[in-house]
């Protein structure tokens, strides 16, 4: 799979991602904590929501950080992809 500007990520079911202080991990679906995320990632995982475009996301991450919407999608599809890697995100399909 790979993300374009237009997918839609969604978490897959079972996957959880929690604030612990101020580290942030993300859950798979049985259980393990797989790493902790910096503060972008994490505002990235909790968009991941099936509803927003990784464009989208991308728009919304950019206007919070004050950065280029441009280089958020380019790491966030990174980012996305690694997520997937890691059975974490999937691309939600719209019929």
């Not at 237009?6 to 612990?20: A, K």
């Not at 995320?37 to 990235?44: Q, V, Y």
């Amino acid at each position: 799979m790979s993300f374009r500007a237009d997918s839609i990520p969604l978490r897959r079911e079972g996957t959880d991602g929690q604030r612990f202080g101020e580290d942030f991990v993300v859950l798979d679906a049985e259980g393990r904590m797989l790493r902790g995320l910096n503060d972008t990632a994490a505002r990235i995982w909790e968009l991941c929501d099936g509803k927003r475009s990784a464009s989208d996301i991308a728009t919304v991450v950019a206007g919070e950080y004050g950065v280029e919407a441009e280089r958020v999608l380019a790491d966030g599809l990174r980012f996305l992809e690694r997520l997937v890697a890691h059975g974490l995100v999937d691309e939600e399909v719209r019929s």
